[in-house]
């Protein structure tokens, strides 16, 4: 049987950029996971339902950068890393304060955070780098 595009440019794929997308997928299902459950826990009825809607679709955004990401478009790997560094300086105050009111939810925060940095690093390596830069 012979392999599809799709299978053949996975093959091409370094396995860094593989890894940060495992790594950012990871940190979005969690993040939107206990984004929701937070939501769950101080609102309700109509304001329930609009906030679910708007993490979902801050949320689709992320999920939309890494598709293009696996598509080898280096203006979303551009734009994720901006995201992340914008970030950093509110999640760091924010996970500690997390920390502090629930230890689980903080280590969920830290840790959505940490997945994120890890990702982000791995798309900027040297293999990645080439891998971007070369056409399709």
Do not use: C
Request: positive net charge; hydrophobic residues 55%; charged residues 15%.
């Amino acid at each position: 049987m012979e392999p599809t595009i799709e299978q053949n440019e996975d093959a091409e794929r370094p396995r860094e950029v593989s890894r940060a997308v495992q790594f950012l997928t990871l940190s979005l299902v969690i993040g939107l996971i206990t984004s929701i459950i937070h939501l769950a826990q101080r609102v309700s009825g109509t304001s329930l339902l609009l906030a679910s809607l708007i993490v979902i679709v801050f949320f689709g955004v992320g999920f939309l950068l890494i598709s293009r990401i696996l598509a080898r478009s280096n203006w979303a790997r551009i734009v994720w890393l901006v995201l992340v560094l914008f970030g950093l300086p509110f999640a760091i105050p924010a996970n500690l304060q997390e920390l502090r009111r629930s230890v689980l939810s903080g280590v969920f925060s830290l840790l959505v955070t940490l997945l994120q940095l890890i990702g982000t690093y791995f798309l900027f390596t040297k293999a990645s780098n080439q891998w971007f830069r070369t056409r399709k």
